[in-house]
DNA sequence: CTTAATTAGTTAGGATGCTGTACGAACAAT
DNA sequence: ATTGTTCGTACAGCATCCTAACTAATTAAG
């Protein structure tokens, strides 16, 4: 229930079919396949208006027809129609320090393609990085299109501060890059037609991919929190991905919730990230020497390690995920009373530990954020490293969704 | 630019020729009276459906046609279309612990009705308090109706926790209010027709309040804090209010950003308002004994008083600002690091202190916020003790924007 | 002063999309 | 086999918007 009428945009014929096709194909995606009869009934359209627009959609591929209906009432049994799984995807692409994933998903929210390739982005010179990586694009959208499915737009998540209105990666403070015009980068290495690409930041990504399957549950508001060395959070407000401003909502990883004892790497004291980020917990399960704070392990091994000693009941590293978990009260419990989110997701190393994080974490919550009688819930997020990649394709979808006659009938 | 493709309803042609309709009206209440041609061209829409649509708009009261636009410019001079100022009006009340204030503000923005009545709400049995403003309310109604003005809407905003769906009041800690129907209450002592009535929360009606002024600048993204003995937010994101899930955001007034020594009446510790509610000011600014910290003086009085010292330059006084300022820019840091706004608006006593406050929160929460190059304008509310209620009446016109058809063309 | 050029607004005709009604199709119940 | 119900489609009708042509009002130029 969104007030102040933001503008809507014109409407005119061309485009009430256009949105009212996109209409059938959210309320497909929200409710899952069902007959045209249904479509009508739900959607408020004239059966027989739905009738044409299911016609149309089915000729660009983006519905077809499934089982019959046969729920035992009277009748005639109804033809199913659902997304179509095979005609359109959407690519994600993640930039991170030491990898790249990349993931394809279709319009009925399949993953299609899914890969994570090491790649030293942080020392490899930038034109290497964007060559190789425009490559494995490449070769996707080839794959893809051999099996029939076109590529809708690409979603690119670089590890740092997005310009949209130029389309480039203003700043990466941890692989040094300055002012990347990355839109304009990978469109000229890609064979044309070129899909529509986009850059976005990855916490929002991934609280796009979460708003997707919690959609179906009727969420509407969440927050998703990034955990790694840093920690962001994206936003999901009425449905919607909030942005801010110049796209900086959600930058909470310098929120001054910690003692000023604590030096940031941005120069101030007392960030949140410098108590619930990676690093922190690190630092406090292990002693100095151990082998969980050797920068040359990789994070990986050392993540692991740190579960094994928590399922086992280590009390060290009990203690400092504990200690975590009350630190990550602090701040849920700002993100509640601010954004009243229906839920929050954690991600990253939050959601590897979420086991013990969560519980302690949840009722610190409760006692700190203002009750009104509606907790949020704190879930831990199921998408791993994919969830930005994920929510990249997601996005590059969201054009389809919102006017599906973007994709041509002859497909 | 927003994201995640919310529901935006079925489009049919009723339904095209409103929003079309809205589309026109909300371009003049944002850009001001202009021709139709210059319409058409702004909006997208052609000449001639803009003239069909103006037309139909003006037999409905909503717009008129003003003077020549006679710019110097060859060609024939275009007659200006403005929204009509006498047409419809939107009527918002606040109920508050002291008082209960009136407005009512027509399409074009105008502010034609404004009365604040002292009422003794918190000590008034409640069916006297739902009696006298209904009956103020009633008054009001009629008297715009004989200038020929229509009440699109009305809202009220009550001084506690709303519960939307069933449109009553849950709980009123100052009041001692508990479940109560106001929507119902109000359309039972009304008479017929009875306009569409709603709650909403004084922050959010105030953040309303104030995007109408800013989006005219171009700001679709602000925040409007309340300055009171509480403090609230109300979050404007894209040009729509944000609610959260259950109409709860923006309640940052128990934000944990104070040393744990101060206690909150919520029972907690460590509470912002503790050092930037208006309590804070009073015991801080005066010592004890000062006749500016007794609860019998009226706080109007007390308010004039700590200005004039403060104009004065009256050293504790200023102090007692600063610290106050200080103590803001850390909720403010916060605010714009999770929302990423373009403007900050106080209200409330900051704005009454605005000069003293601003100066010092900006500079502290360009230190302290997340600098993206980016900042945040912090500026004083205008409005007053009747932002909520200018507010109330905003809302009540955005039915209006949305589907102009709602107000009858016999007017 | 007259004519050309330019822009504003209106009217007529055409195209497009949605809706209501009617009808055949497919099933359950009797 | 018949009846009743629901699904999906076909067709006529209607509303809307758009294009194109036209009139109206003004400036600029001869």
Redesign the interface.
């Known amino acids: 229930?969104?007030?102040?009428?933001?503008?809507?945009?014109?409407?005119?014929?061309a485009?009430?079919r256009s949105?009212?096709m996109?209409?059938l194909l959210?309320h497909l995606r929200a409710h899952g396949g069902r007959s045209r009869a249904r479509l009508a009934q739900e959607?408020?359209?004239s059966k027989a208006t739905t009738s044409s627009l299911v016609t149309d959609l089915a000729q660009r591929g983006l519905v077809r027809e499934g089982a019959l209906e046969r729920g035992g009432a009277v009748g005639r049994p109804g033809t199913t129609v659902a997304l179509d799984g095979s005609g359109v995807a959407g690519i994600g692409i993640e930039l991170a320090v030491d990898y790249a994933s990349f993931t394809a998903v279709t319009l009925a929210g399949t993953v299609v393609r899914e890969q994570v390739s090491p790649l030293d982005v942080a020392h490899l010179p930038l034109a290497e990085v964007l060559d190789r990586t425009a490559t494995q694009l490449q070769r996707m959208i080839h794959s893809l299109a051999e099996s029939g499915t076109r590529v809708a737009g690409i979603t690119v998540s670089p590890p740092g501060?997005i310009d949209?209105a130029s389309g480039s990666l203003r700043f990466a403070p941890n692989l040094g890059w300055r002012d990347v015009a990355l839109v304009r980068e990978y469109a000229t290495r890609l064979s044309e037609p070129t899909p529509p690409i986009r850059l976005e930041n990855d916490a929002k990504l991934a609280a796009?991919a979460e708003?997707v399957r919690f959609a179906r549950e009727g969420?509407?508001?969440l927050v998703y929190l990034t955990g790694d060395v840093g920690v962001g959070?994206g936003?999901?407000?009425?449905?919607?991905?909030?942005?801010?401003?110049?796209?900086?909502?959600?930058?909470?990883g310098?929120?001054?919730?910690a003692p000023d004892d604590r030096p940031c790497n941005?120069g101030?004291t007392g960030c949140w990230e410098t108590v619930v980020g990676l690093n922190a917990l690190l630092e406090s399960a292990a002693p100095a020497g151990d082998s969980l704070r050797d920068p040359g392990r990789p994070i990986e091994d050392r993540l692991y390690e740190l579960r094994r000693r928590a399922d086992a009941g280590d009390a060290p590293t009990l203690a400092a995920l504990t200690a975590i978990a009350e630190h990550l009260a602090?701040g849920l419990?700002?993100?509640v009373?601010?954004?009243?989110?229906?839920a929050i997701v954690l991600g990253g190393y939050f959601a590897w530990f979420g086991a013990f994080i969560i519980p302690v974490a949840e009722t610190r919550l409760q006692a700190?954020a203002?009750d009104?009688g509606?907790h949020?819930r704190v879930v831990a997020s199921e998408l791993g490293l994919m969830a930005a990649a994920r929510g990249g394709a997601f996005?590059a979808l969201?054009d389809v969704?919102?006017d599906p006659t973007l994709v041509p009938a002859g497909a």
Chains 1, 2 share one sequence.
Request: with cysteine; aromatic share 6%.
């Open positions: 229930m969104a007030a102040g009428t933001p503008g809507a945009g014109r409407v005119a014929q485009e009430m949105a009212n996109g209409l959210r959607t408020g359209l501060i949209y796009l708003s969420v509407s508001d959070a936003i999901i407000a009425d449905g919607a991905l909030m942005r801010g401003w110049a796209g900086f909502s959600g930058e909470v310098h929120l001054h919730l941005c101030r602090e419990a700002v993100l009373d601010v954004l009243n989110p229906k700190r203002l009104a509606n949020a996005l969201e969704f919102a």
